[in-house]
């Protein structure tokens, strides 16, 4: 028998999604009738059904997310209202103040208004939405219960967003250092430095300490090489820049930073967190296993640690565990490991997926805490270095100056 889902107007007036089996689809269609159903659309392989809806057409473009969040928000408050996803759809697409997202509103609108079932109309729009939204939609119309898929799914994100807000906002300060370094050490070599030299070639200074030899060497070579160090940095980081977005260069930079002894580790932490909390969602929604395995790799941003997860859907397909199948990627800790396992076996997977999430978005909170706070006093310490080398260099020949002066008065 072949597997068929079925958009469906119940006999309460409810729209719902459902897979069922039959032999051919006027077979189907028939029963549904006599059943007192209204059939809006009705489509072959659930499977293959789920594959197109991942798949979709191609559009370019991303949404806000607070604005996206916001929208999902007001939508699942509209659904518990009791209001129709048509009715819904259309209020908000009216109050949305993104351009992009009301757009593919009206886009989503039109196709809900033919016939076709939500999941689908998001799925057109190709990229502008996430796989896992157009899973976890797909999930609720199955189950009928759209309103608090949705609500689970805001709360994902919103966890997922704020993980990186967390990342970006640890980073910040010392990137902000490390410029204010850079800049400094340009503005000493370029201007300062000549300057106290002309000043001692003035006054006839002839030997000097060999720090400021040192210093000196290097501010004439950045000043005489300036004219081409500059667009050379300048093309350097864009070539970087360029090369990180192409396949090989995006992964060779993240194998790099795998090997990093602590970037690495919190890179591995951070996918872990993402990738469970993801599965987690899914499973939640009521979607297999492997499909949302197959969704949820997806969050893996590393190409190195995707390369080695490539592995575990393949696995769960030829019958072996998930965990099995996890520990076989080699990326994952055994902690993790062994949480999974245990959730496997006791039937809980879903709810020690999310345990292993929030124990994990906890140590990443303490790991950056941790970075930041060597990274800080470190970036400082290296500038005040710096600068007191230069400062040291600059004014040492001053009190070399001024004690053969002293000298010389006193032999006198």
């Avoid at 006599?34 to 991942?54: A, M, N, T």
């Avoid at 490539?310 to 520990?327: D, P, Y």
């Avoid at 999430?357 to 970075?371: K, S, W």
Wanted: glycine share 8%; aromatic share 8%.
């Amino acid at each position: 028998m072949a597997e068929f889902t079925c958009r469906l107007g119940m006999p309460t007036g409810e729209v719902v999604t459902r897979t069922l089996e039959a032999n051919e689809e006027r077979e189907l269609r028939a029963k549904l009738e006599r059943d007192g159903f209204r059939i809006f659309s009705i489509s072959s392989g659930s499977g293959k059904s789920l594959g197109r809806l991942i798949g979709g057409e191609v559009r370019s473009g991303k949404i806000k997310t607070e604005d996206f969040l916001l929208f999902n928000q007001q939508l699942s408050a509209l659904l518990r209202a009791g209001l129709p996803i048509l009715q819904a759809i259309l209020i908000l697409r009216k109050r949305v103040a993104n351009e992009r997202l009301r757009i593919l509103l009206e886009d989503v609108e039109e196709k809900v208004r033919a016939g076709h079932a939500l999941s689908e109309a998001f799925a057109a729009q190709g990229t502008a939405f996430p796989r896992i939204y157009i899973a976890s939609i797909l999930a609720g119309e199955r189950s009928g219960s759209l309103d608090e898929v949705l609500l689970r799914y805001v709360s994902y994100q919103k966890t997922i967003t704020e993980a990186r807000r967390k990342i970006k906002k640890s980073l910040a300060y010392p990137a902000v250092l490390v410029c204010a370094s850079l800049i400094l050490v340009m503005v000493l070599s370029t201007f300062v430095i000549p300057k106290f030299m002309q000043i001692y070639g003035s006054v006839g200074a002839q030997e000097l300490p060999a720090i400021t030899l040192a210093v000196v060497t290097i501010s004439s070579f950045i000043s005489a090489n300036l004219m081409w160090l500059l667009p050379t940095a300048i093309g350097l980081t864009i070539f970087v820049l360029y090369w990180r977005r192409t396949p090989t260069g995006r992964l060779a930079i993240d194998k790099w930073i795998l090997k990093t002894p602590v970037a690495g580790e919190t890179v591995r932490q951070i996918t872990t967190a993402q990738l469970t909390r993801s599965l987690a969602t899914l499973l939640a929604g009521g979607i297999t296993l492997p499909e949302s395995v197959e969704i949820a790799s997806e969050s893996i941003t590393n190409r190195g640690l995707q390369i080695a997860s490539s592995g575990v859907l393949t696995g769960i397909r030829e019958g072996r565990s998930f965990t099995e199948s996890l520990e076989k990627a080699g990326w994952v800790s055994e902690l993790a490991i062994d949480m999974i396992g245990v959730g496997e076996r006791s039937g809980a997977l879903r709810e020690m997926l999310d345990e292993v999430a929030n124990f994990y978005d906890a140590e990443i909170d303490v790991r950056l805490n941790q970075i930041t706070t060597f990274i800080e006093p470190a970036i400082l310490v290296f500038m005040g270095s710096l600068v007191m080398t230069i400062l040291l260099a600059m004014y040492l020949p001053l009190f070399y100056m001024i004690g053969n002066m002293g000298q010389t008065g006193g032999a006198r």
